[in-house]
């Protein structure tokens, strides 16, 4: 039998960037929106996240070596594909490319922003708290920088949920894949709202 | 007597497999209702470029002339499709020719497909039947899904699935959409279904169904209207299914 390592590789890639990629980032961006409610709830919110027992095994299980499995091979398929949006302008080919770019800017993004955060949490240069995030978006540059970032990695998670349904053979029917566009059209909108609700919140108060 | 006239044709040129490609332009009269592949044929007659020099006649492949057999396939004004149903009179000029990119060049527009019979072999795309003795006649196919496996055996491996998928390129092994709706074909007919598993395994060898990216070109461009990425999201289905039996095991696995 001939190696069959790439079709599981593929496969694990696909599955990762849902569960736990994928939850994480919604309940990530869930959690965040506290600060809307206010300093003391979005205090109160990380801290219980920060507080729940074996967090560093769950974040290296559950956070760590996903994303990174995913980034890696990611980055692979990224730089083997051939862009051709020019002379096919479909709309699945530009969401093929899109899937691609938006890719690589959210590693690129959180690679800062881990570094940013958890990290200077963790080497005790920082505090998990309002004031922290508030401090790093209230310099425009890094503001857009955020909503780009929170952006990209929402639609490439969104999208992301679209090709998983076709991966693993759930949508086949081209009527069953048109509307699990709108589906993962609609979750693109309301996950960017919950992340950009928060970006306006900790930079501009409002 | 009006003068006669013509179709300026830009053709990408490639005198052998590894030398650089240029373009010519021709002058070829004009008739009416004529294929791209009647203009290649004047120029066969008459290899006289633009510029009035004498050239090597342009070279193409061609066989059923009804787009059936997929070898008359090149890139035609941006467009991969086959060239005896591309029509003149529906053509805006100058026509550019060029050999489709995926595959390697033998000659002018003349391309090698063997990655494309490779990728048959792979994933077993036809029924054994060899026996010594008489084996009777085969199971019976239920007309619904004869109805739908009939279109998916309108593929003639022509190659243009391949050109628009961005996946297929020498960065990457895989096999491209083609293949995959030919094995979901044999494993869809009933004595082909006796070797399903064996088709799955094909596409999940390496260079298979997983380097396909849902860039959905290929459906958009198949000449034949073949339903590709339902084939694909199918496979997918039953690959992953066929790995969950492999791994955890099952009576079914065979």
């Given at each position: 039998?001939?190696?069959?390592?790439?079709?599981?590789?593929?496969?694990?890639?696909?599955?990762?960037?849902?569960?736990?990629?994928?939850?994480?980032?919604?309940?990530?961006?869930?959690?965040?929106?506290?600060?809307?409610?206010?300093?003391?709830?979005?205090?109160?919110?990380?801290?219980?996240?920060?507080?729940?027992?074996?967090?560093?095994?769950?974040?290296?299980?559950?956070?760590?070596?996903?994303i990174?499995?995913?980034?890696?091979?990611?980055?692979?398929?990224?730089?083997?594909?051939?862009?051709?949006?020019?002379?096919?302008?479909?709309?699945?080919?530009?969401?093929?490319?899109?899937?691609?770019?938006?890719?690589?800017?959210?590693l690129?993004?959180?690679?800062?922003?881990?570094?940013?955060?958890?990290?200077?949490?963790?080497?005790?240069?920082?505090?998990?708290?309002?004031?922290?995030?508030?401090?790093?978006?209230?310099?425009?540059?890094?503001?857009?920088?955020?909503?780009?970032?929170?952006?990209?990695?929402?639609?490439?998670f969104?999208?992301?949920?679209?090709?998983?349904l076709?991966?693993?053979?759930?949508?086949?029917?081209?009527?069953?894949?048109?509307?699990?566009?709108?589906?993962?059209?609609?979750?693109?909108?309301?996950?960017?709202?919950?992340?950009?609700?928060?970006?306006?919140?900790?930079?501009?108060?409002? | 007597?009006?003068?006669?006239?013509?179709?300026?044709?830009?053709i990408?040129?490639?005198?052998?497999?590894?030398?650089?490609?240029?373009?010519?332009?021709?002058?070829?009269?004009?008739?009416?209702?004529?294929?791209?592949?009647?203009?290649?044929?004047?120029?066969?007659?008459?290899?006289?470029?633009?510029?009035g020099?004498?050239?090597?006649?342009?070279?193409?492949?061609?066989?059923?002339?009804?787009?059936?057999?997929?070898a008359?396939?090149?890139?035609?004004?941006?467009?991969?499709?086959?060239?005896?149903?591309?029509?003149?009179?529906?053509?805006?000029?100058?026509?550019?020719?060029?050999?489709?990119?995926?595959?390697?060049?033998?000659?002018?527009?003349?391309?090698?497909?063997?990655?494309?019979?490779?990728?048959?072999?792979?994933?077993?795309?036809?029924?054994?039947?060899?026996?010594?003795?008489?084996?009777?006649?085969?199971?019976?196919?239920?007309?619904?899904?004869?109805q739908?496996?009939?279109?998916?055996?309108?593929?003639?491996?022509?190659?243009?699935?391949?050109?628009?998928?961005?996946?297929?390129?020498?960065?990457?092994?895989?096999?491209?959409?083609?293949?995959?709706?030919?094995?979901?074909l044999?494993?869809?007919?009933?004595?082909?279904?006796?070797?399903?598993?064996?088709?799955?395994?094909?596409?999940?060898?390496?260079?298979?169904?997983?380097?396909?990216?849902?860039s959905?070109?290929?459906?958009?461009?198949?000449?034949?209207?073949?339903?590709?990425t339902?084939?694909?999201?199918?496979?997918?289905?039953?690959?992953?299914?066929?790995?969950?039996?492999?791994?955890?095991?099952?009576?079914?696995?065979?």
């Amino acid at each position: 039998m001939a190696d069959q390592r790439e079709f599981f590789y593929r496969r694990l890639h696909s599955f990762l960037g849902v569960v736990p990629i994928g939850i994480f980032l919604t309940q990530h961006l869930i959690v965040n929106h506290f600060a809307v409610y206010g300093e003391e709830s979005f205090n109160k919110a990380a801290g219980f996240m920060a507080g729940l027992p074996f967090v560093l095994l769950l974040e290296i299980f559950i956070i760590y070596l996903p994303i990174l499995y995913h980034a890696i091979l990611g980055v692979y398929i990224a730089f083997t594909a051939n862009y051709n949006t020019k002379r096919y302008g479909f709309f699945r080919n530009w969401m093929f490319a899109l899937q691609r770019i938006t890719g690589l800017i959210t590693l690129v993004f959180i690679a800062w922003h881990v570094w940013e955060t958890r990290v200077q949490i963790g080497l005790g240069n920082a505090d998990l708290d309002y004031s922290l995030m508030e401090g790093i978006l209230t310099n425009p540059f890094m503001f857009w920088f955020y909503i780009v970032g929170v952006i990209a990695a929402v639609f490439h998670f969104a999208n992301g949920l679209w090709s998983v349904l076709v991966s693993f053979g759930i949508t086949q029917t081209p009527k069953s894949q048109k509307i699990a566009t709108y589906a993962c059209i609609l979750v693109f909108f309301v996950i960017s709202y919950l992340g950009v609700r928060t970006l306006i919140q900790f930079a501009y108060g409002i | 007597m009006a003068e006669q006239k013509t179709v300026t044709f830009i053709i990408t040129r490639q005198d052998s497999p590894d030398s650089t490609p240029y373009e010519e332009i021709f002058e070829v009269p004009y008739r009416k209702n004529m294929n791209v592949i009647s203009g290649l044929m004047e120029i066969r007659k008459n290899p006289v470029n633009a510029k009035g020099e004498n050239t090597t006649p342009v070279q193409w492949d061609m066989n059923c002339l009804e787009e059936v057999c997929g070898a008359c396939s090149m890139v035609i004004n941006g467009t991969p499709r086959q060239s005896c149903a591309a029509l003149v009179d529906h053509l805006e000029t100058p026509i550019r020719l060029e050999p489709m990119s995926t595959f390697p060049v033998v000659r002018d527009l003349i391309v090698d497909r063997e990655r494309m019979f490779d990728a048959l072999k792979q994933v077993k795309a036809w029924i054994p039947l060899d026996g010594t003795h008489d084996l009777g006649p085969g199971p019976r196919m239920p007309e619904k899904k004869r109805q739908w496996a009939y279109e998916l055996s309108k593929c003639m491996t022509c190659g243009v699935c391949l050109e628009a998928c961005p996946n297929v390129n020498d960065k990457s092994n895989f096999i491209g959409p083609a293949a995959i709706s030919q094995a979901r074909l044999f494993n869809s007919h009933p004595t082909g279904e006796m070797f399903a598993s064996d088709r799955l395994e094909g596409l999940m060898e390496d260079g298979g169904i997983g380097g396909c990216g849902n860039s959905q070109n290929c459906v958009q461009v198949c000449p034949k209207g073949i339903p590709l990425t339902t084939s694909i999201a199918a496979m997918n289905r039953a690959t992953n299914i066929q790995a969950f039996k492999n791994f955890f095991g099952s009576d079914n696995a065979h």
